[in-house]
C-alpha cells in the first residue's frame, strides 16, 4: 500500500470536514447540545462529521474496520482500521473556544501505520506516514531538543470525570508548576499530541483518554523523533488510558513523577 499517497488523501478529507465543523461555530444551539456521560458532550455536528469522514474513508479503503468516537459504524475490519475522532475538544467546540480538531489513524493489524490531525482553526494540519517524517502542512516538524524540565512547557489534561486518581495527579501537578516554565491544558489531547510533536510542547501527560482521542497524535510524536509510554513508561497508551508524549531525555526524567499518580 502507498501510505504517503493514502496519507494525503486523507488530509483532503480532514480538511473538507474541519470546514463543515467550522461552518457550524456559529449554527450550534444549547438544544442541540446532549450529555453522554459526566461532562461528556456531544452534537449533531460530532455525528454528521464522523459520518462524513467513514463514508470518504470507505471510498479510500473498502475493506476496512473503524473505531471511531460516536460509534456510528462499527465495521470491523481484517487488517485494516480507521480510529477516529470526529472532533477533538468538543467542550471547546460547544463553549466557543477554537481549540479543536479531526484526528485519524490508520491502523494495520496492531500497529499504526498512518496520523492525521487537523488543528482547523489555525489551519493546520499535522501528519505522518510508517516510512515517512513527520510535517506541519508543507514543513518537516520534529520534537523539542530542550533536556531539564525547568525549560519546558508541559501540557496536560485535567481529570474531568475520573476522580479517584486526582490526589496524585495533582501531585504531579504541583511538581510541574514548581519546576518548569508551565502548565497549558488545551481540551484537544490530539492537539496537546502533534504540539509535542513540533516542539511548541516540551512534554504531554493525561490519563482517561481514549484510542481516539492518541491514535493520530501519538503516532505523529513517534514519527518526528519522539517518545510515547503509559505511565509506567511501557506500551500500554493506547487502551490503557494513560499517555506521556516527549523527548527522549525529558520523558525519562519526567516518568518517575508520573509514575507515582
Ligand atoms: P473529546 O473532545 O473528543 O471528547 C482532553 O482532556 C480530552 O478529553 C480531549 O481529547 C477530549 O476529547 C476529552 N474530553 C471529553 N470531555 C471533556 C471535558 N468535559 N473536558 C475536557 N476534556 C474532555
Ligand atoms: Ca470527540
Known amino acids: 500500500m502507498d501510505l504517503k499517497a493514502l496519507c494525503f488523501d486523507v488530509i483532503e478529507i480532514a480538511r473538507e470536514v474541519g470546514i463543515y465543523i467550522k461552518m457550524q461555530e456559529s ?18 455536528v460530532d455525528k454528521t462529521a464522523e459520518k462524513k469522514i467513514i463514508a470518504a474513508l470507505k471510498e479510500l479503503l473498502p475493506e476496512s474496520g473503524f473505531i471511531a468516537e460516536e460509534g456510528t459504524d462499527e465495521t470491523k475490519g481484517e487488517k485494516y482500521h480507521w480510529i477516529i475522532d470526529p472532533l477533538d475538544g468538543t467542550t ?17 493489524n496492531d500497529q499504526i501505520v498512518l496520523g ?18 513527520a510535517y506541519m502542512n508543507t514543513e518537516e516538524i520534529s520534537v523539542s531538543k530542550t533536556k531539564s524540565i525547568k525549560d519546558s512547557l508541559v501540557a496536560t489534561g485535567f481529570p474531568y470525570y475520573d476522580f479517584k486518581r486526582q490526589d496524585g495527579y495533582f501531585e504531579s501537578l504541583k511538581h510541574f508548576a514548581n519546576n518548569s516554565r508551565g502548565i497549558r491544558r488545551m481540551g484537544s489531547a490530539a492537539i496537546d499530541l502533534v504540539y509535542v510533536a513540533c516542539g511548541r510542547f516540551d512534554l504531554f501527560y493525561e490519563y482517561s483518554l481514549h484510542p481516539w ?18 505511565f509506567q513508561g511501557g506500551n500500554n497508551w493506547l487502551h490503557g488510558k494513560e499517555i506521556i508524549a516527549s523527548n527522549e531525555t525529558l520523558h525519562s526524567s519526567s516518568l518517575a513523577v508520573i509514575k507515582a499518580i
Open 27 to 44: 449554527q450550534l444551539k444549547q438544544k442541540d447540545i446532549e450529555t453522554k456521560s459526566l461532562n461528556s458532550l456531544v452534537s449533531y
Open 92 to 108: 471547546n467546540f460547544i463553549h466557543g473556544i477554537p481549540m479543536y480538531s479531526v484526528s485519524i489513524a490508520l491502523q494495520e
Open 116 to 133: 492525521v490531525v487537523f488543528e482547523v482553526s489555525r489551519d493546520e494540519c499535522f501528519y505522518a506516514w510508517k516510512g515517512g517524517l
Open 213 to 230: 482521542d492518541v491514535a493520530a497524535g501519538a503516532f505523529i510524536v513517534t514519527q518526528a523523533g519522539g517518545k510515547i509510554t503509559d
